[in-house]
């Protein structure tokens, strides 16, 4: 029998598995045996032991034999993380590149830096999304990622960022938190980012522009936070000149809104799946299961009831076969499934009632 001497000694496993063989191959332990208890119990005993001693474990089968393996954890950042500066930089790009539209400048020309204050808004408010996971995963010592940056061609050049975090979620508490922070986290950049942008000058189309007959023109449906906060400040989100429009700055606020509405989805690996999951346990399936119909209903009445041209209808099936997918693929199961209390209940339905309050049934429209 191989000599573990970094990890757990086959004695103190005996009580759950029973240890027959160890062995190691560079820094993963492996421990052979036979569970004395359901798998479940298995991890939820022993986690803490091997987490103690600096590892994440897992229980699996290989060739038939029931085996422990246990990886160490590593949750600093190895050297520089290139793949995240690259993104980074490539998404400043493009969100550069979109702002330009919506400032009304020529995005080939050196004008497109003037759109610096759209990139800063959108990259505030999906980076603090992003950090507000980061920062309490490491709390709860789970190994997560840098945020990566999403660079694409859309209306606001990016298609947002995330985080990959590996290994078990210790326990609901530590699921519902770094569930939770993310949009508490981003909301709060939105509101700051939206309060700003409503207190700067609207930007008004030139009149070539306006002229044109072949020129489209985007409008997008503000969520009654945005409305909200617009009477707060006591600044207009509409104009009578149709040329004019909200500072680009505060489209920055309303993408912050509609990430954070997206992500509070419940279902599966998003942050309003791992939220339902934490308060509800196993019970969230049930509620979980009628998402993809509540989307592809509401995409449906958009597009034949309301007769809303099909940009939004599309959005809306698009999110139905993506809450479909993500319902197969399950949610996180804690090691440590014991129920929360009730103050984070009462944080996680607040901030779901928060997220409905950044939904809006047609986010988009584009108009000749």
């Given at each position: ?31 052979y045996g036979s569970p004395r208890a359901p798998s479940k119990s298995v991890l939820q005993e022993l986690w803490p032991v091997f987490r103690e001693r600096g590892y994440e474990v897992r229980l ?181 000149d149709p040329a004019t429009s909200v500072n680009p700055v505060v489209i920055g606020g309303w993408v912050g809104m509609f990430v954070t509405f997206l ?106």
């Amino acid at each position: 029998m191989s000599d573990l001497r970094a990890g757990p000694s086959p004695s103190e496993l005996d009580p759950v598995f029973n240890v027959y063989e160890t062995g190691t191959d560079g820094e993963t332990l492996r421990y052979y045996g036979s569970p004395r208890a359901p798998s479940k119990s298995v991890l939820q005993e022993l986690w803490p032991v091997f987490r103690e001693r600096g590892y994440e474990v897992r229980l699996t089968r290989e060739y038939g034999e029931w085996v422990l393996i246990a990886e160490p954890v590593d949750l600093g950042v190895d050297g520089i993380p290139w793949t995240n500066v690259v993104l980074f930089v490539a998404t400043v790009l493009s969100t550069l590149f979109a702002g330009s539209l919506w400032y009304h400048l020529d995005p080939f020309s050196a004008e497109i830096v003037h759109a610096w204050p759209f990139t800063l808004s959108i990259m505030s408010v999906l980076g603090v999304h992003e950090l507000g996971h980061y920062v309490l995963s490491r709390y709860h010592r789970v190994n997560a990622s840098l945020p990566y940056f999403i660079p694409i061609p859309t209306l606001i050049g990016t298609m947002g960022a995330v985080i990959r975090m590996k290994g078990q979620i210790p326990s609901r508490k530590a699921l519902f938190d770094i569930g939770v922070a993310g949009p508490i986290a981003g909301l709060v950049a939105t509101v700051v980012v939206t309060v700003v942008g409503l207190s700067l000058p609207p930007v008004t189309a030139p009149q070539a522009l306006m002229a044109n007959p072949n020129a489209v023109q985007i409008e997008l449906g503000y969520p009654p936070l945005l409305e909200l906060l617009a009477w707060a400040v006591d600044r207009p989100l509409y104009y009578d000149d149709p040329a004019t429009s909200v500072n680009p700055v505060v489209i920055g606020g309303w993408v912050g809104m509609f990430v954070t509405f997206l992500n509070l989805i419940p279902v599966g690996q998003l942050d309003g799946g791992h939220v339902l999951r934490a308060i509800l346990g196993d019970q969230h399936d049930r509620i979980a299961a009628f998402v993809p119909a509540v989307l592809f209903g509401l995409a449906g009445y958009l597009y034949y009831v309301r007769d809303v041209p099909g940009d939004a209808a599309f959005i809306w099936a698009f999110w139905g076969f993506l809450a479909l997918v993500f319902s197969f693929a399950g949610s996180a199961t804690p090691i440590d499934d014991r129920e929360l209390g009730t103050g984070r209940m009462l944080v996680g339905i607040v901030t779901l009632v928060l997220g409905l309050l950044c939904f809006t049934p047609v986010p988009v429209q584009v108009v000749s």
